[in-house]
C-alpha cells in the first residue's frame, strides 16, 4: 500500500469522527436549551403559583369545586352550597314518636374558612421540588378537603336529656310521701334510658355528610334499672325530733316547729321483703306534734308580701280545677327554711284516685292525652313565677314539651311524680311561708317573708331566639329592676318547645 493510500483511508476516517462528534454537540446544545426552557418556564410558573390569589385546580371542598377561585370567593360558595343542602334541624325517631334537635342551637357548624385556607396553600410551602410535585399530583388526582365540624356538647347534652325526658316508659325511681298520716313508698319502674354517646356520634355523623336532611335517626337506647328501695335512707330523711315553733323580733328570725315523725325500719323492710313486686307499701308513722306551729305565730312572724304570681283557669273544666285545688291546697301553709330546699313532688305527693285527683289533659309521649292529675303543672308553674320574684335559687325545673295556655314560653314549670321534679331553695336569710289558692279561674301563689332593703322587683323576662314550623326555642332571664329601671338580668334556660 502506498503512502497516499494510508493517508486518504485516515482522512475519511477523521471527517465521519468531525461529523459524528458535531452531531453529539448540536444535540447536547439543543437538550441543553429545551431544559433551560423548561427549568425557566417552571420557575417562572412556579413564580406565578406562589404569588396567584386563587386556588389551584382539581381542590375540591365538601365535593364543591373550588378551583381557580380567591378564598373570599371560595368561603361564599362553600357556605351557600352547605346551607342549601344542610336541614335546620335533626328528627330523630323512637316507638313511632318524632322528636327534633335544632342544629343552630346546638351551634353546629363547619370550619369552612379553615378548609379554604388549606385549600388556598396547597403547593404553596416555599419548597420547589416539594410543590411542583404536590401541584402535579393534585391536577392529576384531584383532592376532596373534608371541613373540621364543631358544636357545643353541652347544649346537645340539654337536648338529649329533654327528649329522654319525653320518651314513652320512662324510668320511674323508687320513691316515697307521706299522704294521711302514712308513708307510702313506691316502687321503681324500668325505664328506656338513651346511649347518649352513641347518639351524639350518629347525630354528629350524619351532620358531616349531610344525611340527616333524608332520613330519620333511630334513638339508640337501654333500659335502665331504678335504684332498690333503701328503708334506712328513706328513715334518715323523715325522722324528726318534736320541736315548737317560735320568732324573735331583736333581731327578727322565725324558728318553724317541727312534728316528731318515726316509723319502724325492721317492719318496714318485712313489708317490702314479703312483696318485692308490690307497686306501692304504706308505712305507719309514729307523730307526735309540737305544742307551738309556725300557723300559731300569726302574721307577726312573717310580716310582708315578697311576691305573688297568678295564672288563670277554665273554672268549666270540674275535673282539672279539683286537681288544682288539690295542689293548690298541699303546698298551701308550707314554711321554707333559709338553705332548704322545696320539693314540688315531696309535698304535693302521689297523684293518685285514692288522694282525689281526677283525669285531666296532659303532656306524654308526644301529645295530649287524658291522665291522672292532669293540670298540677299550672300550680308548680304559678309557684315558679312566684319563686322568681322572691328571688329563690332555682334547683330543678323542666319546660313542657308544648307551650301550655296559662303561661308564655321559658316562664312555666312541668312535673311529673318519679321522674321530674321542680325545686327551689330559699336563699334569703329568713324564712318564707307559701300560700296558695285556687278560687273563681285564678290560681295564685304568695310568698311572705320579711323584706329587706336591698330588695329588687324581680320577673321573668323573655325572647324568641327561633321559631321553625315546627319548634319554639326561648330563652329566659331573671330580670331585676330597681324603681321601675332594669338593673340586671340573668340567665335561666334556653328552652326548646314542641308546636302543635
Avoid at 322565725?254 to 319502724?264: E, K, R
Avoid at 288522694?355 to 299550672?378: F, S
Amino acid at each position: 500500500m502506498s503512502d497516499f493510500e494510508i493517508f486518504e483511508g485516515d482522512t475519511k476516517k477523521v471527517t465521519k469522527m468531525f461529523r459524528h462528534d458535531n452531531i453529539i454537540l448540536v444535540f447536547s446544545v439543543l437538550l441543553a436549551a429545551v431544559i433551560g426552557i423548561l427549568v425557566a418556564s417552571g420557575i417562572m410558573f412556579y413564580s406565578n403559583q406562589q404569588k396567584s390569589n386563587v386556588i389551584q385546580s382539581g381542590i375540591f371542598i365538601k365535593g364543591i369545586n373550588v378551583s381557580g377561585l380567591t378564598k373570599d370567593e371560595a368561603v361564599k360558595l362553600v357556605e351557600n352550597e352547605l346551607k342549601s343542602q344542610m336541614n335546620d334541624h335533626i328528627e330523630l325517631t323512637y316507638e313511632n314518636y318524632n322528636y327534633y334537635v335544632e342544629v343552630e342551637q346546638i351551634e353546629a357548624k363547619f370550619d369552612i374558612e379553615a378548609s379554604v385556607n388549606f385549600a388556598f396553600n396547597i403547593a404553596k410551602s416555599g419548597n420547589f421540588f416539594q410543590d411542583m410535585q404536590e401541584y402535579i399530583s393534585v391536577l392529576m388526582h384531584n383532592i376532596d378537603i373534608e371541613p373540621v365540624l364543631t358544636y357545643n356538647d353541652e347544649a346537645l347534652t340539654r337536648y338529649l336529656e329533654n327528649i329522654e325526658s319525653n320518651l314513652p316508659n320512662q324510668l320511674e325511681q323508687s320513691s316515697y310521701y307521706i299522704e294521711d298520716g302514712e308513708l307510702i313508698i313506691t316502687n321503681g319502674k324500668n325505664g328506656a334510658g338513651i346511649k347518649y354517646d352513641d347518639l351524639k356520634e350518629m347525630i354528629i355523623d350524619a351532620i358531616q355528610d349531610i344525611s340527616y336532611s333524608k332520613s330519620y335517626l333511630s334513638i339508640p337506647t337501654y333500659t335502665q334499672f331504678p335504684d332498690p328501695i333503701n328503708v334506712e335512707k328513706i328513715h334518715e330523711e323523715v325522722y324528726r325530733e318534736v320541736e315548737n315553733a317560735y320568732f324573735t323580733t331583736e333581731p327578727y328570725a322565725v324558728f318553724a316547729d317541727v312534728t316528731g315523725v318515726d316509723f319502724d325500719v325492721d317492719k318496714a323492710k318485712s313489708v317490702i321483703e314479703e312483696n318485692p313486686m308490690q307497686e306501692e307499701y304504706s308505712i305507719d308513722l309514729d307523730y307526735t306534734k309540737a305544742d307551738v306551729t309556725v300557723n300559731d305565730l300569726g302574721k307577726e312572724a312573717f310580716p310582708d308580701l315578697i311576691s305573688r304570681f297568678s295564672t288563670k283557669y277554665a273554672t268549666s273544666n270540674v275535673d282539672r280545677t279539683t286537681n288544682l285545688r288539690l295542689a293548690a291546697n298541699k303546698i298551701n301553709g308550707t314554711v321554707v327554711m333559709p338553705g332548704e330546699i322545696f320539693s314540688y313532688n315531696k309535698v304535693v305527693g302521689k297523684r293518685t284516685i285514692a288522694a282525689g285527683y281526677k283525669n285531666a289533659a296532659i303532656y306524654q309521649d308526644g301529645g295530649v292525652v287524658d291522665g291522672l292529675g292532669g293540670g298540677i303543672c299550672q300550680i308548680s308553674t304559678t309557684l315558679y313565677n312566684a319563686a322568681i320574684a322572691a328571688n329563690m335559687e332555682i334547683e330543678t325545673r323542666r319546660n313542657h314539651m308544648f307551650v301550655p295556655s296559662y303561661a308564655e314560653g321559658g316562664k312555666d314549670a312541668t312535673v311529673v311524680w318519679g321522674s321530674i321534679d321542680f325545686k327551689f331553695k330559699n336563699r334569703r336569710d329568713y324564712p318564707i311561708k307559701i300560700e296558695a289558692s285556687v278560687n273563681g279561674g285564678v290560681a295564685e301563689v304568695k310568698i311572705y317573708g320579711l323584706l329587706t332593703d336591698n330588695e329588687y322587683d324581680i320577673s321573668i323576662g323573655t325572647r324568641t331566639i327561633k321559631s321553625t314550623a315546627t319548634s319554639l326555642v326561648v330563652e329566659s332571664y331573671r330580670v331585676y329592676k330597681k324603681d321601675g329601671v332594669e338593673v340586671k338580668r340573668e340567665k335561666l334556660y334556653t328552652d326548646t318547645y314542641k308546636k302543635h
